[in-house]
């Protein structure tokens, strides 16, 4: 590349895009679409070039960058533990796992212990954050394709969810309930009772959606074929989480890297090999079941103890003993004003989101604001894959790719 | 180590000269910038390392040798792996191989280092800014450029904040 | 409307005339499907059954700003964003209003960098500003009937 980079590709010129588009668009053979940032299907603000022949599509050009929020940035002007607010919003739909990955990378910066009744509670609620996400996923896909019922059944489902994140951390969305060391305090007395009440009327309810969609004619031609992904072209792209798995690839990083107690809970990971949107589907609806195993062990084995590492150096100690050990209200003033900071290096942590491989990489200087924090989104990554899998679908197949590969645009942006 | 793992890193520290380190059970390897992308055909060919799991920057302003490193992440599916790879790199323009041959997408990653570090990626396709509006000037994850933000609202500079913003009603 | 500039002040009917006006606007107001970020699933909570907008008369979120009448810009705006934002907002046709949900589109919200826009005031003249991170479903609900209250005090030739 030896001249400026494309410049407006909003109001661009056939020659400054000639490199993306095929010889056919330059000869006026096919007609370029521009399939706006807001438009009912795009989950948010995504913006399609679309190279149309009639109805069929030859080339889609994505154009990101409507929700860049400069996060990253951000992060390095803030202390490690006012960083962790932002990491809630950028994958909005999975906001206990964002918190969660980041705490790892700072535990493994800081070799710092997490008790096992914080392990368990993390898992249940990361679990229960899969379940919402996928319940979000299913609604918008189905609306996509005209289902609008499955919309409002899913949300019915995910209020008690978010009934749950709220009696734990005070907010529905964006909790911060997930902190270095821990959590932020004990779950209340009413959270047990809640979630196995959850658990108890949850897989009637996934019963129900099966009910809806998984025979339904409509559905089945409209999924069935489409938008096949083969397993190399999978790895090429480093496609991870559903759209992997339904191609063939079992790999989870629950079972190939367990973290935070992952591995005493017995669990399968479905997989699929066709690697069309159905097989997508019904990879991410065995998976909701799977949580819902998962959730079953982890509230019967739930330990009692403590939720928040013994280490006064990352974690503050309980208002009680301010009153009584001059170690604590030091400890207490150094966190307050300076913040933690964790010895120099990098490390990389991930955990599997909804979306696949969600990894942050910490860089730390010894200073109290970190360094560098670098997140791999599993949607920046699996984005790429639409030009592939979408050559030769109609334009209405086209909306439910993009709800296929579950895309959410915060984390593509971040 | 695990065996598989370490007979990578010993063919890469033979064939290409990387350096080895070790932190909190992470393997790295420290790589010049003229190796990487056989380096890269090395890990996907021989060794299985299937996936790249990302691919970014760190800037070290106001350091200047070496300014930048890029910081790769591939994974191995077949043996459990995972191995992270360095490339310092110097001065305010720096280039860097694109290994977009070997790992398809390095693609956008690569955009995004151009976007936000200015890092250009020879032998890359389609070289443009990814995530800020095309017209864009500067790099923002640079060191040296500002953040950017909106100063808290005092009474001396409540009227230039104010007229920022000339849509507010009362 | 041609009717209100023809009208003028004719006192006792132009004021029920209003009240009529006005009554239908609020209870008929179609809201543009512009959700940028998480407050847009707090805003498809809030369409969804457990908290219903479609009392209110939003059934229905129209995607063509040709067919709406109220925007709620639910999430935060980047740079890149705020001309395609201005562009939906000059397409509506008047009467419209515009409703800020959340902290981003109120004030910049969390952010406050070089890649947001601080509070879409910047851009576009706004009635409500609902606050929250992202604001409860209630809250939001409590903003549009805020909105409801605004309009029906809105005189004829405001929008004449």
């Not at chain 2, 389609?126 to 509006?133: G, T």
């Not at chain 2, 808290?152 to 230039?160: D, G, I, L, R, Y």
């Not at chain 3, 500039?5 to 004719?10: A, T």
Request: charge should be negative; charged fraction near 25%.
């Amino acid at each position: 590349m030896d001249q400026q980079p494309a410049a407006t590709l909003s109001e661009a010129s056939l020659d400054e895009i000639k490199h993306l588009v095929s010889n056919r668009a330059i000869e006026g053979d096919t007609v370029l679409l521009n399939m706006g940032p807001q438009h009912p299907s795009t989950h948010g603000v995504l913006r399609l070039l679309l190279e149309l022949d009639g109805e069929t599509v030859i080339n889609v050009i994505p154009d990101v960058g409507f929700l860049h929020t400069g996060i990253e940035k951000n992060m390095e002007a803030k202390t490690y533990i006012k960083a962790a607010v932002m990491t809630d919003r950028i994958d909005y739909l999975n906001t206990v796992g964002n918190n969660f990955v980041y705490c790892l990378a700072v535990e493994k910066l800081a070799d710092l212990d997490v008790p096992p009744r914080a392990q368990a509670i993390r898992v249940i609620l990361t679990e229960l954050q899969r379940i919402a996400s996928h319940l979000v996923w299913l609604g918008t896909h189905a609306l996509d394709l005209g289902a609008m019922s499955v919309f409002l059944y899913c949300f019915r489902e995910r209020e008690f969810i978010l009934d749950i994140l709220e009696m734990c951390s005070g907010q529905r969305m964006m909790g911060t309930y997930i902190r270095p060391g821990g959590l932020w305090r004990d779950v209340p007395v009413e959270f047990e009772a809640a979630v196995r009440n959850f658990l108890k009327i949850f897989p009637a309810r996934i019963d129900e959606y099966d009910a809806l969609l998984t025979k339904n004619a409509i559905f089945l031609v409209r999924t069935q074929k489409i938008g096949v992904l083969s397993p190399e072209d999978a790895l090429d792209w480093g496609v991870t989480g559903p759209p992997l798995r339904a191609s063939g690839v079992a790999h989870d990083l629950r079972k190939a890297q367990p973290y935070s107690g992952y591995e005493q809970y017995d669990f399968i990971v479905p997989t699929r090999t066709e690697g069309d949107t159905y097989a997508r589907y019904l990879v991410r609806m065995e998976e909701m079941r799977q949580s819902v195993h998962i959730i079953q062990q982890a509230i019967d084995k739930l330990p009692f103890g403590p939720v928040r590492s013994n280490n006064r150096k990352y974690v503050p100690p309980p208002r009680a003993e301010l009153a009584s050990s001059m170690e604590a209200v030091i400890h207490h003033f150094k966190l307050w004003t300076e913040g933690f900071t964790p010895p120099k290096g990098s490390v990389y942590a991930a955990v599997e989101s909804p979306r696949g491989e969600l990894g942050v990489y910490l860089e730390s200087d010894g200073s109290p604001k970190p360094y560098r924090v670098h997140w791999r989104t599993p949607s920046f990554v699996n984005m790429q894959i639409l030009p592939v899998i979408s050559k030769g679908v109609l334009v209405a197949d086209l909306v439910a790719l993009i709800g296929t590969i579950d895309i959410v645009l915060g984390d593509v942006d971040r | 180590m695990d065996e598989h793992l370490q007979s990578a890193v010993d063919a890469l520290k033979e064939r290409f000269a990387a350096q080895v380190s070790e932190f909190r059970g992470e393997v790295g390897l420290i790589l010049l910038p003229e190796r990487i992308v056989d380096a890269c055909r090395a890990l996907h060919g021989e060794f299985s390392f299937e996936l790249l799991s990302e691919e970014t920057a760190v800037d070290y302003w106001p350091q200047e040798t070496p300014r930048f490193h890029v910081v790769y992440r591939v994974r191995s599916l077949r043996y459990n792996l995972i191995l992270g790879l360095q490339v310092p790199l110097n001065g305010n323009a720096p280039t860097i191989p694109s290994i977009v041959d070997v790992y398809k997408n390095a693609n956008w990653f690569e955009r995004e280092l151009w976007d936000m570090f200015g890092i250009r990626a020879e032998g890359h396709p389609d070289l443009r800014r990814i995530l800020m509006p095309y017209d864009w000037e500067g790099h923002p994850l640079r060191k040296d450029y500002p953040l950017g933000y909106e100063e808290v609202a005092f009474s001396f500079n409540q009227k230039e904040i104010d007229d920022r913003k000339p849509f507010a009603k009362e | 409307m041609g009717i209100e500039q023809k009208l003028g002040d004719m006192g006792i009917v132009t004021l029920k005339l209003e009240q009529v006006v006005n009554w239908a606007r609020t209870y008929a107001m179609w809201p543009m499907l512009f959700g940028l970020a998480c407050c847009a699933i707090e805003m498809m909570s809030a369409q969804a059954s457990h908290y219903d907008m479609s009392r209110f008369g939003m059934e229905l979120m129209r995607p063509s700003p040709r067919q709406s009448d109220l925007m709620i810009v639910a999430g935060r705006v980047s740079r890149k964003m705020a001309p395609v934002l201005r562009r939906l907002y000059d397409q509506m046709p008047d009467p419209k209003w515009v409703v800020a949900m959340g902290d981003c589109a109120s004030c910049g919200g969390v952010f406050n960098n070089y890649a947001i826009v601080q509070g879409v005031d910047e851009v576009v003249p706004v009635d409500v500003y609902v606050a929250g991170c992202p604001p409860r479903p209630e809250a939001l609900i409590h903003g549009i009937v805020t909105l409801h209250e605004k309009v029906k005090g809105e005189h004829i030739k405001d929008w004449a």
